[in-house]
């Protein structure tokens, strides 16, 4: 009987320490506001960033720097777009064991704005 909850007790602890995961998602217009502004649609694009994390309960000690912080911009910079409209995001988290990886997806169109010439005023 030992044996037992024994096993069951360390086949539980493998369960709640290495397949943990937890997500999020969301939706957005567009990252810019563009209000009665035409635009043409390029393609649509999609890009997951992944970083790593040493999680010990309460504290938390990146590997490298979240790249969250210009996130469109890197989307943007491929096919040197002006705005993503239709955003979908979502992130999760996988821990296995004190390891934790982070994901974070952004999907949209990206979009251009049509050049448009400037009005000479006339004398």
Same mark, same amino acid.
């Given at each position: %009987?030992?044996?037992?909850?024994?096993?069951?007790?360390?086949?539980?602890?493998?369960? /709640? &320490?290495?397949?943990?995961?937890? +997500? +999020?998602? /969301?939706?957005? !217009? +567009?990252?810019?506001?563009?209000?009665?502004?035409? *635009?043409?649609?390029?393609?649509?694009? #999609?890009?997951?960033? !992944?970083?790593?994390?040493?999680?010990?309960?309460?504290? /938390?000690?990146?590997?490298?720097? @979240? @790249?969250?912080? $210009? &996130?469109? #911009?890197?989307? %943007? #910079?491929?096919?040197?777009?002006?705005? &993503?409209?239709?955003?979908?995001?979502?992130? $999760?988290?996988?821990?296995? /064991? @004190?390891?934790?990886? *982070?994901?974070?997806?952004?999907?949209?169109? &990206?979009?251009?704005?049509?050049?448009?010439?400037?009005?000479? +005023?006339?004398?």
């Amino acid at each position: %009987m030992k044996h037992f909850f024994a096993t069951i007790s360390i086949f539980l602890l493998f369960l /709640g &320490l290495v397949h943990c995961a937890s +997500s +999020s998602v /969301g939706i957005a !217009t +567009s990252n810019k506001p563009i209000p009665n502004t035409p *635009y043409e649609t390029v393609k649509t694009v #999609e890009k997951t960033f !992944t970083w790593y994390a040493l999680d010990l309960i309460i504290f /938390g000690i990146p590997f490298s720097e @979240p @790249p969250i912080t $210009d &996130l469109y #911009e890197k989307v %943007m #910079e491929e096919d040197a777009g002006d705005a &993503l409209v239709n955003i979908r995001y979502w992130n $999760d988290k996988s821990i296995f /064991g @004190p390891l934790t990886r *982070y994901r974070f997806t952004i999907k949209g169109d &990206l979009v251009r704005f049509p050049s448009q010439p400037t009005i000479k +005023s006339k004398k």
